[in-house]
């Protein structure tokens, strides 16, 4: 995967940032999927939580 970091002092551009922030997102989602995976206990905990925050979330 090529690096997407600039190599001189010129300041980033606005698609090289949402680039990089594309690939962190889909990093973090993947790294949430594999715990999913590895704890489905807790996984199943927290999607309880989630959905008890939003049953009791107030507009």
Known sequence: MPD?????DAPETA????ARR?????DLLE?????DRVQPRRARAARMRQHMRMRTFRW
């Not at 997407?4 to 001189?8: A, E, K, N, S």
């Not at 594309?22 to 889909?26: S, T, V, Y």
């Not at 790294?31 to 715990?35: D, K, M, Q, S, V």
């Open 4 to 8: 997407t970091q600039p190599t001189d």
């Open 15 to 18: 698609a090289q940032r949402r």
């Open 22 to 26: 594309a690939q962190f997102l889909r």
């Open 31 to 35: 790294a949430r999927e594999l715990r």
